[in-house]
């Protein structure tokens, strides 16, 4: 039995195929990135290349397809490379263990790639990696900020500069115009106006990593919202390449 028999059933054979040619590259492994991960595994696409340089700890579980008790301490890439070949054994998965930033990018990304997948929270790293793709004629897939929010209803999709209420959208396309990009990246964002006004405990604040980061102060989540972003980045994938004419070969 197909598998992915149910799918085809929705969007045709010739569609199908498309899907398994395809490459997508997911940056980031996170809420957002392991709903959307999950989802294009789940739909069929036959080339996953997944990036992300950070471990599994206690404060992920309660967001993270992949944190688990039991996966405490491992890494994101490996736990999610197992998960998508026992969904799809025949799907050809790359990992790469690699903070995103303006060196790094010149060996992850590559004009075979058909969709970029932006999941990073980082704002230096995702100004870099959309600027990056797009300087490659690559389709990017980028989210905003899902923290702070609690109410799906108000979750929009649309390109970068049609994004509006969300901050770091608001960041994000300043940093873009800066660097002479306006338009053509497909943004998942949340009209919701970010809530996180309870206080926080020290003990719960996120550490920089030895290398790389900075002191970031956690913001309040929940685990319906970045799974709904990260399910919505997937249709948006999947979207783009049903309309694709042409995948790289």
Known sequence: MNQFARTEQLFGKKSMEKIKNATVAVFGLGAVGSFALEALARTGVGNLFLIDFDKVDVSNINRQLFALNSTIGRAKVDLACERVKDINPLCNVKICNSFVNADSL??????????????????NSKINLIVSAKQQNLAVVSSMGAAGRIDISMIRTGDISETSVCPLARVVRQRLHRRG?????????????????????????????????????PIGTVSWVPGVFGLTIASEVINIIRQTPFLHP
């Not at 060996?107 to 704002?123: C, H, K, Q, R, Y």
């Not at 206080?199 to 990593?209: F, G, M, R």
């Open 106 to 123: 010149g060996e992850l990304l590559s004009t075979d790639i058909d969709v970029v997948v932006d999941a990073i929270d980082g704002l």
């Open 181 to 217: 990009l306006y338009k053509g990246v497909r943004a998942v964002y949340s009209i919701e106006k970010p809530l996180n006004k309870q206080p926080y405990k020290s003990e719960d604040a996120q550490e920089p990593l030895p290398v790389h980061g900075r002191f970031r102060p």
